[in-house]
C-alpha cells in the first residue's frame, strides 16, 4: 500500500520473466495462480484476484494475494458466500462474458455499489479503500478462461493504459499455463485411466518408439521379457532385451529383430500379427505368442511417434494344438504302410523340429539286439554324427542308462540337466565323448515304444541347438507316440506273420496246378478281398472223374477266419473222395450237405457248382449242377455269354435241398465261366444288367490267352468296385481249342 | 467305412407281428445287428423281415436271414420277408433260399 512503486518498464520486464518462470515451473493450477497472483503484489497491485470460469459458466475465484494480510482471508470468505454472478455488472463477469479487459482507473462508491455482490461487498470494498483497477480476461486458444484482476488500494496511484497492457500480457501468460495445466491434468487422467488398464490386462504390453527405446511397459510385459519390475525394461538401452531370447517363426526359422512388428511399423509397413515361438536362452523355457503391433501416430505431423506392441501368450493352447496335430499326422503316417522301419523314419522326420531337435528310433531285433531305424536331424550332416556314434558305439542291450535302460524297464525318462561329468561317465571314451558333446544335447526324453504286452525299443528326444528346456507336456506327448508308434509296429509284425500264414492256408485249400485236359485249355484266378487278406471261403479244384471225364469245381464257404477255412478244406476233401468214387454230381453235394449238417455248429452254409466235362470229339459235353451257386456262363468266340443252369439249394443249412442238373454242349472256341459271387457283387448292384455281361463283350479282348480273358474280367470288377473288393474272387474257365 | 456299409433296422410291433425293417447292407459287417435285434422276440406269434428298403445282402446276411428263419421254426413262430431289392432277390433266388421262405408283398399284407 505505502510501498513505493517501480518504475512501470522496470516493473513490466520483471514482473513478466518471473510470471515466466513460475508459469513453467508447476503444473499444478492453483498453485501456479497464487505464485502469479502473489508476484503482483506490492509491486504491481495492492490485491490481485484470479478468478476462473468452469464448465457450467460459474466463476469461482482461485487465488488471491494481498499486501495487507486483513484482507485476503475475508475476501475469500464473502466470494465463497456471494459468488459472482456471471450475467452481473461486476467487472469480471463483464470481462469474462466479453472477453475485453477494462480499466477502472478511478472507482467511486457510487461505481462499486452499482457492481457489488450485495451490501457486505459493497461496504467491503468501500472499508478497504478500493481506488483502482485493470481486470483482464485469461484467454487461451480463442476461450476465456477467467480474468486477472488488480486493484490499487487507498492512496496509491492509478492505474493507467500503460498499466492495462501489462497486466493483459501477464493474464495472457496466465491463461497459457492455466490451458497447459489443464489438458496436462486431462491428459494424466486419460493417462491413468489407461495405465489402470493396461498395467491390469492380462497381455503383456509395451510401448517403443522409433530408437526403439521401450517407453512403457505393464507388469505382465515385464514377467513375459523376464524383467522383475516395468521399469527394469523402461530403462533397458534399446535393443537389449531381445537377445535374451530366441526367438523363431512357426517353421523354426530364427526371427531378427527387424522382422518383429515393431520395427516393421516405424519402417513403413503394414504388419500382421506375427506368430512366433520364443525360448528363454537362460533357462530353456519355451513358449508360444501372438505378437501385434499397432502405431500411434501424431495427428500434425502424421508420423509414428510409437508402436504399440501387444503380447499374447498362447503357449497352453499352441501346444495342445500341436499335440494334437502331431499325434492326428503320426496316426495318419503309422497307419499308411505296413513297412514298420519305413514308417519309423517318417515319425522321426516328424518329431523334427516340432518337438526336438533330434529324433532317433531304435527296435530290439528278434535276436535281441538293438537296432537304430532311424535317426533324423534337420541338418543331414548333424545326422552323420549320430550315425557315427550308432557305428562306433553301438548300444549294448546291458547298458545301464539310456535306450537300454528304457527298453529294459519299459520305463519313460526325462534329463533336462546333463552334466559334463554325468556325460563323461556315459561315454566309453575320448573320442565318444567328443561326438556326444559335439551332438551338444541340454535335454532329452527317451520312451519306450510300446506295443500292449512288450516293449519293442525306444524312442529318443534331444534338444540341443535350440536350448529348448523339454517339458512334461513333450514327455507325455512323446510317451504317446511311443504307444502308439509300439502298437503299429506290432501289428506290422503281426500282418507279416498273417500273410505268410494265410498264404500257406490259401495253398493248402487251392490246387497248386490244375491238370491237363486233352484239347481243352484250363485257367483260375483268385483274387482275395482287402488287404488283410484272411483266409476266404472260396474254393475251386478240377479232379479227374472216371476215362475221359473231369470235374471242375467253384465254391463259396460262408465267412472268414479260421472257421470258414477248416469249412472250405471239409468242402474241398469231402468233393475230392466222392469224385474219386465216382458218385454222380447231386450225390456228391449231398454228401457235402449230410458232412455241413453234422458240423456241430449247424449253420455253415455252402454254395458249390460242379460242371462234369466228358471229351466228346473236338468239343465237350458239360453237366452243370448248381447248389445256391451263381450259374457259370458260356461265351463263344464272338464275346457272347449265356447262363447255363438251374438254381438249387444251398447247402448245410436247409431241407430239403434241390439240386438243379442241366447238360450242354460245350464247343471248339467256346468258353466255360464258372465264378463265385465276388464278381457279380463287386458293385453291390447285384448285376441288374444281367450277369453275362461279366466280361463287357464290347471291350476287345487285347490278350487272346484263356488266363488274359480272367484277368481282363477281374479288372472291370475292380473297377466296379472302385478299386475295393469286398469279397474275395474265384475264376475257374475251361476252353475248348 | 462309410454310410453305405451300415444296416438301420426299425423294429414295429403290430397285433400279431413284429415287423424288423432292413434299411442298408446286410453283409458280414452287419449280419450281427440283425441277430442281437432278433433277440426277445419269443412272444410273438410272427415274425417279418421287411426288406423292401435292404440294398444289399452277401451269403453271410443270406446266413443270418436264414438262422433268423430257424430260431422261429424252433420257436414255434411264423416267419416271413418282403420282396427286397433286384440284388436281393437274385440272391434269394440263385440260392434256392426263396423257395424255403414265405416272401410277402408287404409286411403288414394279412396271411390266411
Known sequence: MSDPMLPTQDVAVELLVEAGAVLASSLDLSTTMRQVARLTVPRLADLCVIDLRDDDGSIREVAVAAADPRIAGPLEALRREHPLDPAGEHPVARVIRCGEAELLAQMSSSLMHSFAQGSEHARFMIEHRYHSAVVAPLLARGRTLGALSVLRLGESESYELDDLELVCELARRAAMAIDNARLYSQLRKVEQRLEAVLVNVAEAITLTDDRGRMVFANQAAAELLGASTPTELTSASPGSIMPRFLVLDEHGRELDLESMPARRLFAGESVEPLLVRNIVRATGEERWLIVRSSPVVDPESERILYAVNVFENITEVKRAQLAESFMAEASRVLASSMDYAETLTQIAQLAVPQIADWCAVDVLGEDGEIERVAVHHTDPTRIELAERIDRGYHLDRDDPLGVPEVIRSGRARIYNDIPPEALAAYARDDAHLAMLQAIGATAVIIVPLAAPSRTLGAITLVSSESLRRLSHGDLALAERLGRRAGTAVESARLYTERSRIATMLEAALLPESLPQIPGAELASLYRAAGELNDVGGDFYDVLPYGEGRWLLVIGDVCGKGPRAAAVTALARHTLRTAAMLELTPTAMLETLHRSLRNQPAGSDLCTVCLATLELVGAGARLMVTLAGHPPPLIIDADGEAAQVGTPGTLLGVLDPIEIGEVEVELERGQTLLMYTDGLPEADRTGMQLGEQHLFEPSVQRSDPTLVGLLTQVERAALRRANGRLRDDIAMLAVCMD | ?112
Do not use: P
Open chain 2, 1 to 112: 467305412m462309410g454310410a453305405q456299409d451300415q444296416l438301420q433296422i426299425a423294429v414295429r410291433r403290430e397285433a400279431d407281428r413284429v415287423i424288423l425293417a432292413l434299411d442298408g447292407e446286410l453283409d458280414m459287417a452287419t449280419a450281427e445287428q440283425l441277430q442281437h435285434a432278433t433277440d426277445g422276440l419269443e412272444g410273438q406269434a410272427m415274425v417279418v423281415l421287411d426288406l423292401e428298403q435292404l440294398q444289399f445282402i452277401d451269403s453271410t446276411g443270406l446266413r443270418s436271414v436264414l438262422s433268423v428263419l430257424e430260431r422261429c421254426r424252433d420257436r414255434g413262430q411264423e416267419f416271413a420277408v418282403t420282396r427286397g431289392s433286384q440284388q436281393v432277390q437274385r440272391l434269394l433266388g440263385v440260392t434256392g433260399v426263396a423257395k424255403h421262405l414265405r416272401i410277402i408283398d408287404a409286411a403288414d399284407e394279412v396271411l390266411a
